[in-house]
């Protein structure tokens, strides 16, 4: 279902983007998302580890934030907007999902939405202890403290109705696999260690739900395989995708989307969609002159082989792309603005008919 939902989605993006230049949402009449809230990792952080002391999962510096409005490197992970930021305005909502750590929040950034995800994190509690950073069930306190936050200002009753017609991104797992399975490997294969993140997960959306949920989406994992430093680092002398590591994502991916009927069934007024960003992406690096890009081995900062976070930085960008806009990946590890604009649509269109 999910492979067959999203090349149609796809067909119909690659065609409106040889028309028009964007992709058409297909959304259902008469949407009302009220506020975004975001959970995860480094693909939807927006910067909540610039204050973070003991990590190096973070980029709130030069040349990060080169094409975002001002040049400001946010610490969001990559040359601009993420796809969180593009989805805000594409549902109406607004421009920019702001990091609720960010000192300078206003009120209203708190009451349209605020992303609690962290670079680094993942749902295995071993992958945010090592990368130092906001563990799941951290996120999940900083948004019952956001809850006490906005009950003052809407009034305790009003708070359910309120987060019931919000909208929930999930995003998570990547550095599970990608990081702290190698590390594991010698107490678990990777179908037992892709069950326990799974209900790791499980029991995230579990609580979220919870704490007042009712329209989720959960993202996938990418072919983390193709991102340019596992292309290095596993890729061969050809720098190829690495195959264990696409392979590993598919079968996290289809456990995990197997959990979300179950969850759906279980749990009283949830609408939660599984949302593929794997096929999306892979057909992007498998055809990226169909998307405008002319590179996707690469990324644009420094050798585009390897750097990220700390060695992206102002010394090797002298290395760096003069035009992140060709490239699909910005750094060795993330996707450029342009690829997530790109990938924003698609990944709405597929169930957005469900959750809102
Ligand atoms: C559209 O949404 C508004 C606000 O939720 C509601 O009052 C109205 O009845 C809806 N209209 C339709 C046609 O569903
Ligand atoms: C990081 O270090 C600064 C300066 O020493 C300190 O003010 C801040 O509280 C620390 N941040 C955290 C999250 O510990
Ligand atoms: C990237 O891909 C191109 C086209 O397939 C190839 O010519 C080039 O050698 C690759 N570059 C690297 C650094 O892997």
Redesign the pocket.
């Known amino acids: 279902m999910f492979p067959s939902s999203s090349s149609a989605a796809i067909t119909l993006c690659i065609f409106a983007l040889l028309f028009n230049g964007g992709c058409t949402l297909d959304l259902p009449k008469n949407v009302t998302v009220r506020a975004i809230f975001v959970f995860g990792d480094s693909i939807v952080d927006p910067g909540n580890n610039n204050k973070l002391n003991n990590t190096i999962a973070k980029c709130n510096f030069p040349p990060y934030g080169r094409d975002f409005p001002g040049g400001k490197p946010t610490g969001r992970f990559s040359n601009g907007k993420l796809a969180t930021d593009f989805a805000a305005e594409l549902l109406g909502v607004k421009e920019l999902i702001p990091a609720y750590l960010d000192p300078t929040l206003q009120l209203q950034d708190l009451l349209t939405g605020v992303s609690f995800a962290s670079g680094g994190a993942g749902y295995d509690p071993l992958t945010s202890r090592l990368a130092s950073v906001y563990s799941m069930p951290d996120q999940l306190d900083f948004f019952k403290e956001y809850k006490e936050k906005i009950k003052s200002v809407l009034g305790e009753e009003q708070v359910a109705s309120f987060l019931s017609k919000s909208l929930f991104l999930v995003c998570c797992g990547v550095n599970d696999i990608s990081t702290t399975y190698r590390l594991r490997r010698a107490e678990y294969d990777i179908d037992s260690y892709a069950d326990i993140i799974v209900s790791s997960a499980s029991k995230f959306f579990q609580e979220l739900y919870e704490a007042g949920a009712r329209r989720v989406a959960v993202l996938g994992l990418p072919p983390v395989g193709c991102v340019p430093s596992q292309?290095t680092l596993f890729g061969g002398i050809?720098?190829g995708c690495a195959d264990d590591e696409n392979h590993w994502a598919l079968l996290y991916n289809s456990k995990l989307s197997a959990q979300i009927g179950p969850l759906k069934n279980s749990l009283p007024d949830l609408k939660i969609a599984y949302v593929d960003l794997y096929n999306p992406l892979l057909n992007i690096i498998q055809n990226p002159h169909k998307y405008g890009f002319e590179?996707?081995?690469?990324s644009c900062c420094g050798t585009?082989?390897i750097e990220v976070t700390v060695l992206c930085n102002p010394a090797t960008n002298t290395l760096s792309c003069p035009d992140a806009s060709k490239y699909v990946f910005w750094d060795s590890y993330h996707p450029t603005e342009k690829a997530y604009k790109i990938l924003t649509p698609i990944l709405i269109n597929q169930n957005a008919k469900e959750l809102l």
Do not use: K
């Open positions: 292309r050809t720098r590179v996707e081995n690469v585009g082989r």
